[in-house]
């Protein structure tokens, strides 16, 4: 079978297409032949050296990827060869809290192999059915910008009907954030560097917009175009450079959603901006299992349909990665391995 193997150093020349020996499933786990992964900012840091310094080679990158079991161990009983499957990002984290393993059992890095490879083996437990409104593809983008979105909005959003939440960015987490925001009855503001993605993005259903380089000092904008007390929640992907105005947009006693750092991993802290108003700092890595089969029971109740910006082929690869490295997509990069689905 074929699999993209990161080997003998970082950097993109040492990122290839290696073939290896089809796996035999176990007791327990299911074999699947993936159909699609979907790029996520860390698979860029993977290959670049910057993710995790100390990673073991050779491995396989992406954490997220969906597909049709192909074969079942013993004592599988919850799917069968046919069954279109797509995986949850944190195979040790059943249910609550997050722990130490648990966190180390993500794919495609310091949890092993991830799923850009013809076969991939899961365990039974790590294993959702696709929804059938949709493609391989746009299940493959679920796992982790869909279930980091979901956790920051409903797990630990405390959002309520009429609340209201700003989503920094026009990426996969943002846009997924913002798709549950409205499923919750909140209205919504979406914050991008570029007019023309704002625009694109307007048939979800955005309440308002800003344009951040356009205005810089964008939590004023916040309390003049969404809410005048500030919002409930700020979906904070910036990192360095938009904290200050994430805890600025934020109504006393509401919550930023800590889980980016494109613009840097360090910022100072406005400690009265955050005493003084009660604003809560709240990290989000990921999910639980327990959280994705509750994402995807809202996934296909609501028929919510993930935004793909482009598919690539595998032997496309590093295209692939140098959209996600510039940074001009809206919703997420997808690589496709096998065409049906």
Not at 80 to 94: F, K, L, S
Request: negative net charge.
């Amino acid at each position: 079978m074929r699999a993209l193997v990161l080997d003998g150093g970082f950097g993109f020349e040492n990122l290839n297409i290696a073939e290896r020996a089809k796996p035999e499933p176990g007791p327990g786990e299911v074999l699947v032949r993936i159909g699609a992964v979907s790029l996520n900012y860390r698979d860029l840091l993977l290959v670049e050296g910057s993710y995790n310094p100390r990673q073991q080679m050779p491995v396989v990158p992406t954490c997220d990827g969906a597909g049709i079991v192909d074969a079942v161990g013993p004592s599988v009983t919850r799917f069968a060869p046919g069954d279109r499957v797509v995986n949850g990002i944190a195979e040790g984290w059943i249910d609550g809290p997050p722990d130490a393993l648990g966190l180390k059992t993500i794919r495609g890095g310091p949890g092993g192999d991830g799923f850009c490879a013809d076969y991939v083996l899961v365990p039974e437990r790590a294993l959702f059915a696709v929804p059938d409104h949709l493609s391989l593809a746009e299940a493959a983008t679920l796992p982790c910008a869909g279930i980091t979105a979901w956790c920051a909005v409903v797990e630990h959003g405390n959002l309520r009907p009429g609340g209201t939440v700003v989503v920094e960015g026009t990426g996969g987490v943002a846009l997924f954030a913002t798709q549950f925001a409205r499923i919750a009855g909140a209205r919504t503001m979406v914050l991008s560097s570029s007019n023309e993605k704002l625009d694109r993005i307007s048939e979800i259903g955005v309440d308002a917009t800003a344009n951040y380089v356009e205005v810089p000092e964008w939590s004023r904008a916040v309390r003049e175009r969404l809410d005048a007390d500030g919002a409930d929640l700020v979906i904070e992907l910036g990192g360095a450079a938009t904290l200050e105005n994430a805890m600025r947009s934020v109504k006393p006693g509401g919550t930023v959603a800590l889980i980016g750092n494109l613009s840097g991993s360090h910022a100072p802290l406005n400690l009265p901006l955050a005493v003084m108003r009660q604003v809560r700092l709240q990290g989000v890595t990921c999910g639980s299992l327990g959280d994705m089969a509750r994402m995807m029971a809202a996934v296909a109740t609501h028929r919510i349909k993930p935004w793909v910006h482009e598919i690539f082929p595998l032997d496309r690869y590093r295209d692939a990665f140098e959209l996600m490295r510039a940074g001009g997509h809206v919703g997420k990069i997808v690589i496709a391995l096998d065409s049906g689905g």
